[in-house]
């Protein structure tokens, strides 16, 4: 046989072996079909080798209604809806849960509902209940129902015993009938809750014990917790118990009986009566108050000097097993002497002045004590006063705070007044007076007055002259003497003195106020130099701001249209400048200073215009070329007057000739040239007079000949040439309106 995951299990030695491997390999086929098969699931629906399903719904109902009272048969219903390929019904699964909890689980083949009942429901059975249907693996839960049952059965309650003695245990049992479920009972003595307990039955027991004599009344009740919620039943039936009292008893006596002073010697005894037998348990405690004085068994005892002081009350208790028996007693004593008290005369008194102290109880029992046997005395002993009879004490005060006692003493009872601190007050010291802040001519100011040493309350008095102008009385620490003045010339300030004085003597004078007082500023004077018409481009201003006040003083410039000030300055004096260096066109406008000093009233100048001239080598240089102009101007004038003259009319013909003949002397006529002779000639050529027949052009045609003459008159024909100068301007000039401008590169240049 070959294994089925054997590397070799291709190969077949002979025939048989091969066959038996093909075998193998089948049921192999076969079990991993199988598997696919059965480990296939559709959404829904449920596959296996002969059925499919699909679970539509399911249901849950509460019959006959969700809110019943209690033993009532509910019953609840549990309805799916499965839909098959087959005509046998599947088996299913149904689980039942309450409160999340599984209550019920039954597999049934039917197509009929699962029905639960609850027989007799109790409040127990209150709570959210919910189905679920498992078929094949696939399940599906319906909702949530919840049932409500209302109504508790009345709780009884049994005891074993009526009658018992004090000490004694009574069992008590108190039952709900017919409640099931988490139940929480209470047992109660006299209408107070004594136990609790918490069983998952219907009923419970508790063990009481009674100390008490008397008549008892129990009862007993329960509560059912159903979670969240609980419900609490109604009380149970009420039983009477009776507790016999035990004839043992505990006694306390004290001696003496009679009236108790002060010094005397107390006893206190504690025993026990009418016991009939004694167990190791019982124990005798003799206390007074929270002390406990002795204890032990079967009698105890204590003895201790009376005192005046509140004793309290004295117990004797008796405890045997459970039970516990008590006598107690208050005692009075009668004091001896009262408790002293030390007073001081006078009543407030100054370091080193003279002082007494009386030390005096104001009761004593003078059936008992003898007024020579009271004595007196001042705890310390060290004190620096002397005595000066019967509790008197006198001396000087000291320069500290010193505490006193007085202890008052007879026949071995000693007793302590309440502590007297001493503080002998300090005198006050002479007063300093000063001024609190600035003081401001005009203006309200505070003067403060200060002594550094002297006992609280001091009064200070402001005066002026001699003259009291206020009191202020300072009780505490951080209070100051303030008087709010005003003055309103400076020399006022020292007329104010202060005085102060916290004893029957006279008052400390303080020296005279010397502080500085603020003049307020007065309007301040913008001064400009160099003076508003001299002011010049290139020049240096200043601009000096003077006030009269007291310094130190603020001056501030500004520009009118700038908010930020040009220039700053605190000095300790009445005026300050502002220099602007090279001045130009661009510092023109209107300026303006403000000051300030302590007094804290800012005050500002009038505005002042500065306007910057032209520099004085601008003026001369615009001088300049101002006469320029104007001689360009004059000797266009004379030209365009020049060329008026040698205008003709436009008809006529004019001819300039360089050498006119007569100037010629015998001298030039002797002297031969070789130079010919140059004659210009201008030729005006008229216009016609009517415009529309030629066309308009502006200006004249000017036409220069050179004419040569030979020395002796006749034409010389050299070959020179004939230079003819065409001048057309595109313009007709208005002759008798405006001077022809002249144009030195127009004229005819003489040709050699």
Not at 80 to 103: C, H, M, N, P
Not at 493 to 498: H, R
Not at 700 to 720: I, K, M, R, W
Not at 726 to 740: D, F, G, I, K, R
Request: with cysteine.
């Amino acid at each position: 046989m070959c294994p089925p995951h054997s590397q070799h299990s291709h190969k077949c030695v002979n025939q048989r072996d091969s066959q038996q491997c093909s075998s193998d390999r089948m049921d192999l086929l076969l079990l991993l079909t199988s598997m696919l098969l059965s480990s296939y699931f559709h959404p829904g629906r449920v596959v296996n080798a002969e059925r499919s399903f699909a679970i539509k719904d399911i249901t849950l109902s509460i019959e006959p209604r969700p809110d019943v009272t209690r033993d009532t048969n509910v019953t609840l219903r549990c309805q799916a809806t499965v839909s098959s390929s087959g005509q046998e019904a599947l088996s299913r699964e149904y689980t039942i849960f309450k409160d999340s909890k599984t209550i019920y689980t039954k597999t049934s083949s039917t197509l009929e509902d699962l029905l639960y009942p609850l027989s007799e429901a109790r409040v127990s059975n209150t709570g959210k209940y919910m189905c679920k249907i498992n078929i094949y693996g696939k399940h599906v839960i319906s909702e949530a129902k919840k049932l409500i049952v209302t109504g508790l059965s009345k709780p009884v309650l049994h005891i074993n015993q009526g009658v018992v003695s004090e000490g004694d245990e009574v069992t008590a049992m108190c039952t709900a009938p017919g409640e099931t479920g988490s139940i929480f009972f209470y047992f109660y003595k006299d209408s107070k809750e004594i136990q609790e307990k918490q069983v998952i039955s219907n009923q419970a027991e508790a063990k009481i014990r009674f100390s008490t004599v008397g008549v008892h009344k129990m009862h007993c009740a329960y509560t059912v917790l159903v979670t969240p919620d609980s419900f609490k039943s109604e009380e149970s039936n009420t039983v009477t118990i009776s507790v016999k009292e035990l004839p043992i008893a505990a006694v306390l006596e004290i001696f003496p009986k009679s009236k108790i002073y002060e010094g005397d010697q107390l006893v206190i005894l504690c025993t026990i009566r009418n016991v009939s037998h004694s167990t190791e348990s019982s124990n005798l405690y003799l206390s007074q108050g929270n002390q406990l004085l002795s204890s032990g068994y079967p009698k105890v005892n204590h003895s201790m000097i009376a005192l005046a002081k509140d004793l309290g009350e004295f117990e004797c208790r008796l405890e045997m097993g459970y039970i516990v028996k008590g006598d107690s007693k208050a005692v009075s004593v009668t004091e001896l002497f009262s408790v002293p008290t030390l007073t001081m005369y006078p009543a407030e008194v100054f370091q080193k002045e003279y002082m007494r102290l009386t030390c005096k109880s104001e009761s004593s029992a003078s059936e008992r004590l003898g007024i020579e046997e009271l004595t007196y005395t001042l705890d310390p002993s060290e004190s620096p006063l002397i005595p000066k009879g019967t509790g008197v004490f006198s001396g000087n005060a000291l320069l500290y705070n010193f505490n006193y006692t007085c202890v008052a003493q007879a026949k071995g009872i000693m007793k302590h007044s309440e502590t007297l601190t001493v503080r002998p007050k300090v005198s006050v010291s002479t007063p300093k007076i000063s001024v609190v802040g600035r003081a401001v001519l005009g203006k309200p100011f505070k003067i403060l007055c200060h002594s550094d040493n002297g006992s609280l309350p001091i009064n200070y008095t402001l005066l002026r002259g001699y003259e009291q102008l206020s009191t202020t009385i300072v009780k505490q620490r951080f209070q100051q003497a303030l008087f709010t003045v005003a003055i309103t010339k400076p020399d006022e300030i020292s007329k104010y003195m202060c005085e102060a004085k916290n004893s029957r003597k006279e008052g400390q004078l303080s020296k005279r106020l010397n502080a500085t007082v603020i003049v307020p500023l007065t309007y301040p004077t913008l001064t400009v130099i160099p003076h508003l018409p001299e002011i010049s481009e290139g020049d240096d201003l200043y601009l000096i701001c003077g006030v009269n006040g007291t310094p130190p003083v603020t001056f501030k410039w500004y520009r009118v249209g700038n908010e930020q000030p040009l220039h700053t300055d605190t000095l300790y004096k009445n005026n300050s400048n502002y220099e602007v260096s090279g001045l130009s066109k661009e510092h023109s406008g209107m300026y303006y200073c403000e000051a300030v000093n302590h007094a804290n009233n800012v005050v500002r100048s009038d505005t002042v215009t500065i306007e910057v001239r032209l520099a004085l080598w601008k003026k001369v240089l615009i001088g300049g070329f101002c006469l320029l102009a104007v001689s360009v101007l004059v000797v266009v004038s004379v030209l365009c007057f020049k060329s008026k003259i040698v205008r003709v009319d436009r008809a006529a013909v004019s001819v300039w000739s360089v050498r006119p003949p007569e100037e010629a002397n015998d001298e030039e006529s002797s002297m031969v040239s070789n130079e010919p002779d140059v004659e210009y000639t201008e030729v005006v050529h008229p216009r016609p007079l009517d415009p529309a027949r030629v066309p308009l052009r502006k200006g004249t045609d000017t036409v220069y000949s050179e004419l040569q003459n030979s020395p002796h008159g006749a034409a010389d024909h050299h070959d020179y040439g004939s230079v003819e100068y065409a001048e057309l301007n595109s313009e007709q000039p208005e002759v008798n309106h405006y001077c022809a401008e002249v144009n030195h590169h127009d004229l005819p240049v003489p040709v050699d």
